[in-house]
Nanobody
Framework: QVRLVESGGGPAQTGDSLRLACAFSGRPFSRYAMAWFRQAPGKQREFVSCISGSGSYTSYADSVKGRFTISRDNAKNTLYLQMSGLKPEDTAVYYC?????????????????WGQGIQVTVSS
């Protein structure tokens, strides 16, 4: 059974840094692309970043490029999102997700399993 559990969220001030983690179990971790999405109140879920199974390829939404870094530790079955220069508009519930192949891309419909989400709240 695939399971994803996010951690590391919480309150932050503008300009702060936070690191999200997503612990994965139930499949050979390194075979599958992983991603972070987020959903703010009243808005649709949006793509944040994704990474290939090997970790060799990454992609970012323009809104977070240069501020957020996605990474994975295949030995620990864990996905990370290092968030720096946080802004109030980064406030959202953040979800990690796993795809069905080594590289998937930025469409949420291509991700088969999702975590329960974790709140990040950035105040000015």
């Amino acid at each position: 059974q695939v399971r994803l559990v996010e951690s590391g969220g919480g309150p932050a001030q503008t300009g702060d840094s936070l690191r999200l983690a997503c612990a994965f179990s139930g499949r050979p971790f390194s075979r599958y692309a992983m991603a972070w999405f987020r959903q703010a109140p009243g808005k649709q879920r949006e793509f944040v970043s994704c990474i290939s199974g090997s970790g060799s390829y990454t992609s970012y939404a323009d809104s977070v490029k240069g501020r957020f870094t996605i990474s994975r530790d295949n030995a620990k079955n864990t996905l990370y999102l290092q968030m720096s220069g946080l802004k109030p508009e980064d406030t959202a519930v953040y979800y990690c997700a796993v795809g069905e192949t080594e590289w998937v891309g930025d469409s949420p419909s291509l991700y088969a399993y999702w975590g329960q989400g974790i709140q990040v709240t950035v105040s000015s």
